[in-house]
């Protein structure tokens, strides 16, 4: 398994197929808000530390909830270097992926 580091957070390189989520991606600003009525304070905690870590980090953009449900919720976002995508993030429960082009 290879790793790529990203500001500080790990993320599993993925090179794949699923890559073409870059070309299906579609930035809604999707925040907590959008699904839940009133997340609990560690989902909230979750999401700022996240958020803020986007928010801190050049080569992230678009970042967003990608969907929820009653327990958990996942993160997605654009990995951009020089204005031209390079991968699809993809932040679970449980792993951080970084999809990329297959070679």
Not at 29 to 41: A, I, M, P, V
Not at 68 to 89: R, S
Request: a neutral charge; one cysteine or more.
């Amino acid at each position: 398994m290879k790793t790529i580091t990203i500001n500080g957070r790990e993320f599993e390189a993925i090179h794949s197929d699923n890559y073409c989520n870059v070309y299906n991606f579609h930035y809604e600003g999707k925040t907590l808000n959008k699904f839940y009525k009133k997340s609990s304070k560690v989902k909230q905690e979750i999401y700022e530390d996240w958020h803020k870590w986007a928010s801190e980090t050049d080569e992230v953009e678009y970042f967003q909830v990608r969907g929820a449900n009653g327990f958990t919720f996942t993160l997605e976002a654009l990995y951009v270097k020089n204005n031209q995508v390079l991968g699809y993030i993809l932040i679970t429960k449980s792993h951080n992926y970084l999809y990329l082009p297959k070679i």
